[in-house]
């Protein structure tokens, strides 16, 4: 995936949300992207998976320019659940596979299968609306990951899930994503999550207010080393790491707030 000198100004807009923002993410590559919020995270995710078109720069997924055949490639879990109301946790799941074709009872039965992982089994003939937003949020992430498509890109994918859920779902998504190829670009904004479960931690900013977001700073992060997420939360280097984006995220904060660097 590479962006080149993306920019975005939405229409009426007096400024652009972001500007001259260049990446390259290798395929199998997880990516984090941290900042405050407003920054353009969102808009960023949108404009990756051509749902958004940039106003400057470009933008391509596995050297595919056109809008239509990006999102062919990307599997997108945006912020909010958007389940299907009228149909069962299982059909939203599994309408990922029957999109692919994939015979009804197959995608019944890996959309299950997920739903089990997840914690969600017994909710499988639920509404959407008889479940709580993180359980809502799990049924989301199902859907996505089930799609088996090259690249995912997931806006706050755990920010619904309450820190016991969150903790297991995140050492499940290691385990997971370690045994497939995608590309990930993931929102988070916890450091932690973005650590574990990228490569690469990206902070998007605005070195002053009023002015643009752009990548301003990146970090390996802990994705593919195979401890367990608890041993790495007490991991020294894991432990300055995640203090350093800290402070990094409070200073650009300060910035973005009119403060002069503190
Ligand atoms: N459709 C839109 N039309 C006009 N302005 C928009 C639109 N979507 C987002 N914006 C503006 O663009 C800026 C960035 O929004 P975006 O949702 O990308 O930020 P974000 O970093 O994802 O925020 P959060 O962390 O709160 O989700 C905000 O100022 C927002 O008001």
Not at 153 to 169: F, K, N, S
């Amino acid at each position: 995936m590479a962006l080149d000198g993306l920019g975005h100004t939405y229409p009426g807009a007096r400024r652009p949300v972001l500007a001259d923002l260049s990446l390259s993410v290798p395929v199998g590559q997880h990516i984090a992207v941290v900042g405050r919020s407003g920054c353009g995270k969102s808009t960023l995710l949108s404009l990756i998976a051509g749902l958004t078109e940039p106003t400057t720069g470009t933008v391509s997924v596995l050297d595919e320019h056109r809008p239509g055949r990006r999102l062919e490639h990307c599997a997108l879990m945006p912020q909010g659940d958007s389940l299907l109301p009228w149909m069962t946790l299982l059909d939203n799941v599994a309408i990922s596979l029957r999109n692919q074709r994939v015979r009804r009872r197959v995608a019944r039965a890996e959309a299950q299968h997920l739903l089990d992982r997840l914690g969600l089994g017994a909710w499988s003939g639920a509404r959407p609306s008889a479940l709580s937003a993180g359980m809502r949020q799990r049924a989301a992430l199902a859907r996505a990951l089930i799609a088996r498509k090259p690249v995912l890109l997931a806006d706050e994918p755990l920010g619904a899930l309450d820190a016991i859920t969150r903790a297991d779902v995140q050492q499940w998504l290691r385990e997971t994503l370690a045994g497939t190829p995608a590309t990930l670009v993931m929102v988070t904004h916890d450091v932690d999550e973005a650590l574990l479960l990228a490569e690469r931690v990206v902070l998007l900013a605005r070195h002053e207010a009023d002015a643009p977001a752009r990548v301003v700073s990146t970090w390996p992060g802990w994705f593919g080393d195979d401890r367990p997420r608890e041993a790495l939360l007490g991991d020294e280097g894991f432990a300055a790491t995640r203090q350093d984006i800290l402070r990094a995220l409070a200073r650009e904060s300060h910035l973005a707030d009119g403060g002069a660097a503190p």
